[in-house]
């Protein structure tokens, strides 16, 4: 054993999720949602391993993500609510890009998840799913669960 091989990136392989690896304090991989695209997961965990509430907590939404779209459009339809409220306001100069939706049903096609982060916020156990929305270029909208509730919208979260 080498005097630097303690530094190398640890591993972790999950039988559901993949590979995941620590770096920059978190355990990192990827993770399908509703038979998409695989998007970045981020696990607060140990150095030695990922936490295991938090890996059954990931394994679990990505089986359960599809039970959870209803709740999430109805969330990000919420968070749309004044920039829809602004282009009908204004008819004359309606903004580029800001789609017009009637009701959640609509907001699927305009967001799309980029990032999922579990780890304890305010003291509970998290799952926050961050998007890209057509109608807000500058902010990812964290929808945040807590014993699989939605238990709010964040305006704006790294991503």
Do not use: K
């Amino acid at each position: 054993m080498g005097i630097l091989d303690g530094f190398g990136a640890r591993r972790y392989d999950d039988p559901v999720l993949g590979p995941l690896v620590r770096g920059w304090g978190c355990w990192r991989g990827q993770i399908v949602l509703g038979g998409g695209a695989s998007v970045p997961l981020v696990l607060a965990g140990w150095r030695s391993a990922p936490d295991p509430t938090r890996l059954r907590l990931a394994q679990e939404l990505a089986s359960r993500y599809e039970e959870f779209r209803p709740a999430i459009a109805r969330g990000l339809f919420e968070h749309y609510a004044p920039y829809g409220e602004a282009v009908a306001a204004d008819e004359e100069t309606e903004e580029v890009g800001v789609p017009r939706l009637a009701g959640p049903d609509e907001v699927r096609p305009h967001a799309r998840p980029v990032r999922v982060l579990i780890e304890r916020m305010g003291g509970r156990e998290t799952v926050e799913i961050a998007y890209r929305v057509a109608w807000d270029e500058e902010h990812a909208p964290g929808v945040r669960f807590q014993d699989w509730t939605l238990a709010e919208i964040n305006g704006s979260v790294r991503v």
